[in-house]
């Protein structure tokens, strides 16, 4: 009796909610999987339920850590994978190269080097060399106008004013680098408000919490953006919520895709609460929600941790990556209403860079240089 085909609506439907790791091998299957994997439809409707990683970088390596939050009474449990990585260069300072995400994919910042762009599903790898090595990467955004996503850099150098024969001014240049052209632009824009922290990347645009200029008394924080269609920088929208105390912490990160939550972390009683945005971050109202708040926490003081903090929500869940305030070593935090677990990574580091990241199955654009992974 010859097998019986499942519906392919079906058979879509459990495609759709597999992990990454699975989907890919499941390509060499038939050239029909292998077309859908390639579907912007079904993409979409596979990152709806994808649940995020946290993608690990030490000198050497790179992990990807999946968070499972267990159900039925079981413990939320964590399964780390090293990811294949051959990247031209190997980074000769961690302090200066970061990871970060634009469209589902990985950027890698070498510094002094390039930057490699990464979609460690796929093992694709694409590489931009700037000719000027002095040049700082902010972040990657694209040009939304455009139906090619041209992607773009945005940075800076530092520069040296003579202000007389024996005194010179340090001041920071802005620029934009245009990935396909290989076209370095400088704007003319004061280096203010600048982020300190790597800016997330959403929907072509960068994003990054700072003071409210307008606020004489230092407590207003807003959210600034820098459009790259546009290649201009304005102010977003003010957050929900104002800092008591100089080192309480504000962490903003990317809500189901399309979104922003905020961490807000009280120095004094370690008290967190977690705003998220009501809708798109395209409309032109931004509303704010206090989706939870915890009044005691187990979770470390977030201020100035030596290699950043990154964290994401789900299902009404807090999941944070950062180093352990007595030894360094990195953990992952898992906060709920009836859970607040650590989960020590075991990798004998003490110096890494992280970030979140959102598995796709999309090409390496064709402007960056390919490499093999």
Wanted: hydrophobic share 35%; net charge neutral.
């Amino acid at each position: 009796m010859a097998p019986e085909n499942l519906p392919w609506d079906l058979e879509e439907k459990i495609l759709s909610g597999l992990p990454p790791l699975y989907l890919v091998r499941f390509r060499t299957v038939s050239q029909h999987w292998n077309a859908l994997l390639n579907d912007t439809r079904f993409i979409n409707n596979h990152l709806a339920r994808v649940r995020p990683q946290i993608i690990f970088l030490t000198e050497s390596k790179v992990y990807s850590i999946d968070i499972d939050l267990g159900g039925g009474g079981a413990d939320p449990t964590i399964e780390v994978r090293e990811i294949p990585s051959d990247f031209p260069y190997q980074a000769t300072d961690l302090t200066h190269t970061t990871i970060t995400t634009c469209d589902g994919f990985l950027f890698r910042d070498f510094w002094k080097q390039g930057v490699a762009i990464w979609n460690p599903w796929l093992k694709q790898v694409g590489w931009i060399e700037y000719v000027d090595k002095d040049f700082h990467l902010c972040g990657v955004g694209y040009d939304r106008t455009r139906a090619d996503k041209s992607y773009k850099i945005l940075g800076y150098f530092n520069c040296l004013r003579t202000v007389s024969n024996t005194y010179q001014v340090g001041y920071k240049k802005v620029a934009v680098y245009e990935c396909a052209s290989h076209a370095l632009k400088f704007l003319d824009v004061p280096f203010k408000q600048w982020p300190n922290m790597a800016p997330l990347s959403l929907n072509g645009n960068l994003y990054w919490v700072t003071r409210n200029p307008e606020d004489t008394h230092r407590h207003e924080y807003v959210i600034r953006s820098f459009d790259f269609s546009s290649e201009m920088f304005k102010t977003f929208c003010l957050l929900p919520c104002r800092k008591n105390h100089s080192r309480d912490e504000l962490l903003l990160a990317v809500y189901k895709r399309d979104g922003f939550s905020l961490l807000k972390q009280c120095y004094v009683t370690g008290e967190i609460e977690i705003w998220v945005t009501k809708n798109k971050i395209d409309e032109e109202e931004v509303e704010w929600i206090n989706l939870m708040t915890f009044p005691t926490s187990n979770l470390p003081k977030l201020i100035n941790k030596l290699c950043g903090v990154s964290y994401f929500i789900y299902d009404k869940t807090l999941i944070m990556c950062c180093g352990d305030e007595e030894t360094g070593a990195a953990g992952i935090y898992i906060m709920r209403e009836d859970i607040c677990k650590k989960i020590q990574i075991d990798l004998g580091v003490v110096r890494f860079s992280h970030c979140v990241y959102l598995p796709n199955f999309g090409s390496v654009p064709s402007e960056f240089r390919p490499l093999r992974v």
